[in-house]
């Protein structure tokens, strides 16, 4: 595999999206757009229109290099096409409900607004993500990763984030 200077990452609430978006754009030099930026104006109350949404996209899609990094399905789509790796974060659901608590505890030590209620509707729409109930985003993901030949990994444990993560490093994709 060739440096790529475009990543695509993708997977649900809880999978590292961004913790793997930070460390690759640290190691590789390379800017990392949170999606969660594009979509919400307000973060999680005020979702942005989506014209500006798309005016965003276009102009990090003309950049040469960049990581991004997202829940999100069919506006994305033009990330997944113009990507040299696509990675699909997709964890156990019993993983990522404890990441998600563990999120949530952190949040809460620092007086943050989370409460329980969030975090219940976090979880549900983790449990939901392969049924295909409100919005199908595992349906969407594979459907769009399906559609388009791309260079794609999919990470279902720790254990093969440390190996990606070597293999990137032996290869000197810094």
């Given at each position: 595999m060739k440096k790529p200077n475009k990543i695509f990452i993708l997977g649900t609430s809880g999978s590292g999206k961004t913790t793997l978006a930070e460390n690759l754009s640290?190691?590789?030099?390379?800017?990392?757009?949170?999606?969660?930026?594009?979509?919400?104006?307000?973060?999680?109350?005020?979702?942005?229109?989506p014209k500006k949404r798309d005016s965003m996209i276009l102009s990090i899609l003309k950049k040469r290099k960049w990581i991004t990094e997202g829940i999100y399905g069919f506006w994305t789509e033009e990330f997944v096409k113009k990507s040299d790796l696509?990675?699909?974060?997709?964890?156990?659901?019993?993983?990522?409900?404890?990441?998600?608590?563990?999120r949530f505890i952190r949040q809460k030590e620092k007086k943050s607004d989370e409460n329980l209620k969030?975090?219940?509707?976090?979880?549900?729409?983790?449990?939901n993500y392969r049924k295909?109930?409100?919005?199908?985003?595992?349906?969407?993901?594979?459907?769009?990763?399906?559609?388009?030949?791309i260079n794609l990994v999919i990470i279902k444990n720790n254990k093969q984030l440390k190996e990606f993560m070597?293999?990137?490093?032996?290869?000197?994709l810094k």
């Amino acid at each position: 595999m060739k440096k790529p200077n475009k990543i695509f990452i993708l997977g649900t609430s809880g999978s590292g999206k961004t913790t793997l978006a930070e460390n690759l754009s640290e190691k590789m030099n390379i800017l990392h757009y949170n999606l969660d930026d594009f979509f919400w104006y307000k973060r999680f109350s005020k979702k942005r229109n989506p014209k500006k949404r798309d005016s965003m996209i276009l102009s990090i899609l003309k950049k040469r290099k960049w990581i991004t990094e997202g829940i999100y399905g069919f506006w994305t789509e033009e990330f997944v096409k113009k990507s040299d790796l696509v990675i699909w974060l997709d964890y156990s659901f019993g993983k990522l409900s404890w990441r998600n608590i563990k999120r949530f505890i952190r949040q809460k030590e620092k007086k943050s607004d989370e409460n329980l209620k969030n975090l219940i509707r976090i979880i549900k729409y983790v449990k939901n993500y392969r049924k295909g109930v409100h919005g199908g985003s595992y349906k969407s993901h594979k459907n769009i990763i399906d559609k388009h030949k791309i260079n794609l990994v999919i990470i279902k444990n720790n254990k093969q984030l440390k190996e990606f993560m070597k293999c990137l490093e032996e290869k000197r994709l810094k």
